[in-house]
């Protein structure tokens, strides 16, 4: 069955970076647009970031420009690298994909950021 698998997680300063993984198995990776999203305590769940197929890419707003996401189909591996974080981004996140109209998450990964 479809599995994902986020790290990268962790305690970063204001200003700082973190990179994210979400390795994926039971799918054909290549043939899929995985999206990294996020949720902070008491809020609803939004997406950050997708990328597609061709590797083309979207961001919320509040990505733009800080976050990239990527992926690697050799390695079955999406990547969100995010730069310039502020404590607004504490969250956990998730790594989806949508496969035969069914969403699939992994267990996800904190992100704490200290002002």
């Known amino acids: 069955q479809v599995q994902l698998v986020e790290s990268g997680g962790g305690l970063v300063q204001a200003g700082g970076s973190l990179r994210l993984s979400c390795a994926a198995s039971?799918?054909?990776?290549?043939?899929?647009?995985l999206g990294w999203y996020r949720q902070a305590p008491g809020k609803q769940r939004e997406r950050v970031a997708t990328?597609?197929?061709?590797?083309?890419?979207n961001y919320a707003d509040s990505a733009k420009s800080r976050f990239t996401i990527s992926r690697d189909n050799a390695k079955k591996t999406v990547y969100l690298q995010m730069n310039s974080l502020k404590p607004e981004d504490t969250s956990v996140y998730y790594c989806?994909?949508?496969?035969?109209?069914?969403?699939?998450w992994g267990q996800g990964t904190q992100v704490t950021v200290s002002s």
């Open positions: 989806n994909v949508r496969v035969g109209g069914s969403d699939y």
């Open positions: 039971g799918l054909l990776f290549s043939s899929y647009a």
């Open positions: 990328v597609f197929t061709d590797s083309s890419t």
